[in-house]
């Protein structure tokens, strides 16, 4: 299954076309890119360690020697990154329409907007190894559909320093009508939103305590009961800018009966929704970007999405483009299996962590065992493709790849303590020793 997912979503020769329509300095002479993508992606779904091991593994079918393999990954071009996840993205989506249609808001598209920062790497590069302080590779802006689970587009930023504001204005780009944008606090950004307005797209975006000035209030409707508390709104309207026009948006506000996690007791959103959808629809929609944030940790402990043995910034967003692109391949097994077992298990949610190590542990034996010749290759017909797929997931254990349920931890403040005792050890025996003694 994952090897006909990732034929049809990454093939070489589709890779190499991509490559060579959004270059801008390199060329392929003896390495082609999907051979990069290839070793890269063996990395990132834990089959290698390491892009040096990956590499000495097909050491008699690699074309270059290891230093020019570096030189390669160092100057991917952000460009290349992006297109592949698009174009990626795009070649998947036929396979998931095929399957029972899964819509938030009917008659609209989802797109959750966020940013995710790369970790400090390990100072390998020279110019690096006498700073103290982290070096951080870059950060990426991410576009993600929560209905298709699908990372739709990206923009890599080299600079870890640049503006998140610079990456969102490129994606919003391409930002087309019927489409909603939901983003943070920190999109609440006169410029961002009225780029989407003027495309006929959008947005649900958190208010901020400086937001864009705002002119007029309107009065409060009645407030109206949801599963997270309170909901009213009010509209707004501001003055004409310097060469800009005037906008009238929606301000929902949701009085919580939990506080957050950061103790804020209220929510205050911007939306340029029509009134047709009611300010509980925009509320809840908006509970879905928090969708993106579980896909980021899944991208970070189920895929090795931040390798911090590659310092270089281009190379480390390789890594992290790659690793969207494999999280899109699982994502879409993931929708199969439980549409393969929906009539025995109803409730089944296949978790993305069992799936990924079984990948691991089957995929490279196949790979040894059977000759390139006799690999699966995917149909050019998707509800072929996905008939096939789904004949194949009917076949796995629905027990072994779901997820473990388990209750939610509280959270306990620890307090502060000094050095001291921050830096003193126990005996584990001991203590369960001496606590199973005690009676309750």
């Known amino acids: 299954m994952a090897h006909l997912a990732l034929d049809r979503a990454l093939p070489a020769s589709w890779i190499d076309k991509v490559f060579q329509a959004h270059r801008q300095r390199q060329y392929p002479r003896e390495l082609l890119f999907s051979s990069v993508v290839e070793l890269m992606l063996l990395v990132t779904l834990g089959l290698r360690p390491s892009l040096h091991a990956a590499a000495r593994k097909m050491d008699q079918q690699l074309p270059v020697s290891l230093a020019a393999l570096y030189a390669k990954v160092q100057r991917t071009e952000p460009a290349v990154l992006r297109a592949l996840v698009q174009g990626s993205a795009e070649r998947l989506a036929p396979l998931v329409g095929c399957l029972p249609e899964r819509q938030s808001l009917p008659g609209w598209q989802l797109r959750v907007l966020d940013g995710n920062h790369l970790p400090a790497s390990q100072k390998r590069l020279g110019p690096l190894r006498g700073f103290r302080g982290a070096a951080l590779p870059g950060h990426t802006m991410v576009v993600y559909d929560p209905d298709s689970a699908l990372v739709c587009d990206i923009v890599a930023c080299e600079d870890a320093y640049e503006s998140e504001h610079t990456g969102a204005a490129a994606l919003t780009e391409r930002a087309q009508p019927r489409q909603v944008w939901i983003g943070d606090r920190h999109f609440c950004n006169q410029t961002l939103m009225q780029a989407l307005a003027a495309r006929d797209a959008g947005f649900i975006v958190r208010e901020q305590t400086n937001h864009p000035r705002v002119q007029q209030y309107g009065p409060w409707s009645e407030s109206v009961s949801i599963e997270t508390g309170q909901v009213r709104e009010q509209s707004i309207e501001s003055s004409p800018s310097r060469g800009g026009q005037p906008w009238c948006w929606r301000r929902i506000e949701i009085a919580l009966l939990a506080p957050t996690e950061a103790g804020d007791q209220t929510i205050v959103l911007w939306s340029n929704l029509p009134a047709e959808i009611d300010a509980v629809t925009i509320a809840r929609l908006y509970r879905k970007r928090w969708r993106i944030e579980g896909m980021f940790g899944r991208l970070e402990s189920v895929l090795h999405s931040e390798i911090k043995t590659l310092g270089h910034p281009r190379a480390a967003l390789l890594g992290f483009a790659v690793a969207v692109l494999a999280y899109n391949v699982l994502a879409?097994?993931?929708?199969?299996?439980?549409?393969?077992?929906?009539?025995?298990?109803?409730?089944?949610?296949?978790?993305?962590?069992?799936?990924?190590?079984?990948?691991?542990?089957?995929?490279?034996?196949?790979?040894?065992?059977?000759?390139?010749?006799?690999?699966?290759?995917?149909?050019?017909?998707?509800?072929?493709?996905?008939?096939?797929?789904?004949?194949?997931?009917?076949?796995?254990?629905?027990?072994?790849?779901?997820?473990?349920?388990?209750?939610?931890?509280?959270?306990?403040?620890?307090?502060?303590?000094?050095?001291?005792?921050?830096?003193?050890?126990?005996?584990?025996?001991?203590?369960?020793?001496?606590?199973a003694g005690k009676r309750p």
């Open 332 to 435: 879409l097994l993931k929708q199969l299996i439980e549409h393969a077992h929906r009539q025995s298990h109803p409730q089944l949610e296949v978790s993305t962590y069992h799936l990924a190590v079984d990948i691991a542990s089957d995929y490279g034996p196949m790979l040894r065992m059977l000759p390139p010749e006799h690999w699966p290759r995917a149909d050019d017909n998707p509800h072929q493709l996905v008939d096939r797929l789904l004949l194949l997931a009917s076949r796995m254990s629905a027990r072994q790849l779901a997820t473990s349920k388990r209750k939610p931890k509280t959270a306990q403040a620890k307090g502060y303590v000094d050095a001291a005792t921050a830096r003193s050890h126990v005996s584990t025996a001991r203590v369960l020793k001496q606590a």
